[in-house]
């Protein structure tokens, strides 16, 4: 009898040990990751416009710092008629970007765990692209350098998941000729996959 009731004494903590617990690590944010995006130009008679494509990689540790190497493809659009317009020509580019934080606006998830940010957002940009049967003065090859300003939303550490729109200034040169474009570009981008 007394060996059935030290078995039952037993039996909670053997249900005990016997539960899951909780064995969830902070998972090492991606340093890594990819880029996807939307540009477009404004200004003169004939203006770029293109998607973006590469990689992206964190730098430092302070939240939303990036360089990223991408790839522009795209075509010319006459007078900013997107809808009724023509296009001319196309043209590959090469780009490094530079995407820092300037200023935290709000935070995302609840007091106890933060998901993620609104950010005010700098962005810099350079490259050379390859113009094919190009209607702009630079020829068929040209420099390019835009500085950006914009807001950027998502993950708060590493290469998270957010989303980006950035407005300013792009300049292009070549052939002896330099040109300034307004320019908006929508941007997402994404890590490699979280380690632990």
Request: glycine content about 16%.
């Amino acid at each position: 009898m007394i060996r059935h009731l030290a078995a039952l004494a037993l039996v909670p903590a053997t249900l005990l040990a016997q539960e899951p617990t909780d064995t969830t690590q902070a998972l090492a944010q991606p340093r890594r990751g990819w880029t996807i995006g939307v540009t477009g130009y404004t200004g003169g008679t004939w203006q770029p416009s293109g998607v973006d494509a590469g990689l992206v990689r964190k730098v430092g540790e302070r939240p939303g710092r990036s360089v990223a190497m991408t790839m522009r493809v795209g075509s010319f659009t006459q007078d900013q008629a997107v809808l009724v317009g023509r296009t001319r020509g196309f043209f590959a580019a090469l780009l490094g970007q530079y995407r820092f934080p300037l200023v935290r606006l709000l935070e995302l998830g609840t007091p106890e765990r933060v998901t993620g940010a609104v950010r005010l957002m700098g962005l810099l940009e350079t490259g050379v692209s390859v113009n094919f049967n190009s209607p702009l003065p630079q020829g068929n090859y040209h420099g390019l350098g835009a500085v950006m300003l914009g807001a950027g939303v998502g993950g708060d550490e590493g290469v998270d998941d957010s989303f980006g729109f950035f407005v300013g200034a792009t300049g292009l040169f070549g052939g002896g000729v330099s040109s300034t474009h307004f320019t908006a570009s929508l941007r997402y981008q994404s890590g490699f996959g979280r380690r632990r």
